[in-house]
């Protein structure tokens, strides 16, 4: 072989070599650029939505664990205009175990759990929206001011009213399943998300204790 062939070998060698450390550092770039977009890539660029989730889409982390949570609503429970005593009862988690115990002849319970989750679901989404439109339009304060902003605001848009008249519907009836005396008392609804503790996360208060209050109603009687 010639010296001349050798040379146009090594020129090859040393451009593709080139164009492929380009390549990488190129499509990393573009990744870690994507962090960095306020909205998620599919509102940004959606008509390449699916180009880039099935080309750019990553599952990894560096410092902090992936958080997976549940959507929860408890019904906050007093004497009227009295908040020195209250009681907490996680309605959510009472639907659950309502459609386990009735096994296997709860369609009923199942249907109603549907119902129920689907408008928790429906409520905290439009809460989480307001108060993130709140946020770019008053920015700089804490979030209980948002939360308290954004919840005042769903009650008044009618266009919510079905659902919270049909979560404080449940409330009732839960109530009355349970068997609890609701005379000259009043309650609330708090949707929250509750965090899944991550398998391989440590034992650490700060994990356990990480639930986030999205929407609570005002107080009203039974």
Excluded: C
Excluded at 11 to 19: E, G, N, P, R
Excluded at 40 to 59: A, E, G, H, K, W
Excluded at 105 to 126: C, D, M, P, Q
């Amino acid at each position: 072989m010639s010296t001349k062939d050798l040379s146009k070998k090594d020129t090859l060698y040393k451009a593709l070599s080139f164009l492929l450390l380009a390549g990488f550092l190129s499509y990393w770039i573009f990744v870690i650029s994507l962090v960095f977009f306020s909205k998620p890539t599919r509102d940004v660029f959606p008509r390449q939505s699916l180009f880039y989730s099935s080309l750019f889409n990553q599952n990894w982390r560096l410092f902090s664990y992936t958080k997976k949570y549940s959507v929860q609503l408890n019904l906050v429970l007093r004497t009227i205009n009295n908040s020195s005593t209250t009681d907490t009862i996680n309605l959510a988690g009472y639907q659950m175990a309502e459609r386990k115990k009735y096994i296997p002849f709860n369609s009923y319970e199942e249907a109603l759990e549907r119902l129920v989750h689907t408008t928790i679901t429906n409520t905290g989404k439009n809460a989480e929206n307001k108060a993130a439109r709140l946020k770019k339009e008053v920015a700089g304060k804490d979030d209980l001011f948002y939360v308290e902003q954004s919840s005042a605001a769903i009650e008044k848009d009618n266009r919510n009213k079905d659902n919270l008249t049909n979560l404080e519907n449940y409330a009732r009836h839960a109530m009355h399943e349970m068997g609890i005396d609701t005379k000259g008392k009043e309650f609330q609804l708090i949707i929250f998300h509750h965090y899944i503790l991550p398998s391989t996360a440590p034992g650490s208060p700060v994990f356990n204790t990480n639930d986030q209050t999205i929407f609570f109603s005002s107080y009203k009687p039974f």
